[in-house]
């Protein structure tokens, strides 16, 4: 089942209403996700301690299955989040929305979503002075000049392991981690005291995570600046890199944010 919001209908709004039912609402099954259904959904992640964002995923299926999922955020991380960016909460929860991948952990198990790079491993290598050509021509799908070579799910934690054993620095360091995806390559940068030390906060919960974002935004002047302005076209630029634009990062935030935002936003 994919993450439902306002506006759709089908057979998935009625197990979503269903399951509001079956924890206390009491909102008409019609297979059509209005207004009274986010409302009843608001009022189930205030209750149950996740975000409350109206929007039906993983988290707010597993708590309502009554199997919650582990270490997820909850509204008063985010709130805690803008105020410390000294920005509002609508800002920072479109950018959870848009930029996070839903949980920043594999299904129930303690593992983080990560997406391991073998062009930065090349980069890493040679920065420490490995023969990183070498290394290439022996592991070409762990250590490589091109991106690429991904397989996605838990399947990116073998090629982590696997990286480990040439570098476990360099391996930690090519790899994307939790819910933002911040590349360990920065765990200097942000304050960690080493990069095994980066790797451990990513591994105990999302509001570690978010700690590690809250810190990169902090660490730039142009993302943070982004943020306080709502230039969501600049934010996206300067946190997906050039081609932000390929998978309309910045009219999604914009969107979001006009749906968070307590006041009618103009487009």
Not at 1 to 21: F, H, I, P, W, Y
Not at 100 to 123: C, D, K, N, Q, W
Not at 254 to 260: G, L, M, T
Request: aromatic content about 8%; overall charge negative.
């Amino acid at each position: 089942m994919s993450l439902l919001r306002q506006g759709d209908r089908g057979a998935d709004v009625v197990v979503l209403q269903d399951m509001l039912n079956h924890v206390g609402a009491a909102v008409p099954v019609t297979g059509n996700f209005g207004p009274a259904t986010e409302q009843a959904l608001r009022a189930y992640q205030a209750s149950a301690h996740l975000v409350v964002d109206g929007l039906y995923g993983a988290k707010s299926r597993a708590a309502m299955a009554g199997v919650p999922l582990p270490g997820t955020l909850s509204q008063a991380d985010l709130d805690a989040a803008a105020k410390r960016l000294g920005v509002d909460v609508a800002s920072v929860m479109a950018v959870h929305d848009v930029e996070s991948r839903g949980y920043g952990f594999i299904g129930h198990t303690r593992l983080p979503v990560i997406l391991f790079e073998r062009h930065v491993m090349y980069a890493r290598l040679a920065s420490r002075g490995f023969d990183a050509a070498a290394l290439m021509h022996a592991h070409p799908q762990l250590v490589n000049v091109q991106p690429g070579g991904y397989h996605g799910g838990l399947a990116e934690h073998d090629r982590l392991d696997a990286a480990q054993a040439l570098d476990i620095d360099s391996a930690i360091e090519a790899t994307s981690w939790g819910t933002y995806q911040i590349m360990g390559e920065h765990w200097s940068a942000l304050g960690y005291a080493s990069a095994l030390a980066f790797e451990t906060d990513m591994c105990q919960d999302e509001a570690a995570q978010l700690t590690a974002f809250v810190r990169f935004i902090e660490n730039s002047r142009p993302l943070h600046q982004a943020l306080r302005a709502h230039d969501w076209r600049a934010f996206a630029r300067h946190y997906n890199g050039p081609a932000y634009a390929k998978n309309d990062y910045d009219h999604r935030i914009a969107a979001a944010y006009r749906r968070h935002s307590p006041q009618p936003v103009a487009a």
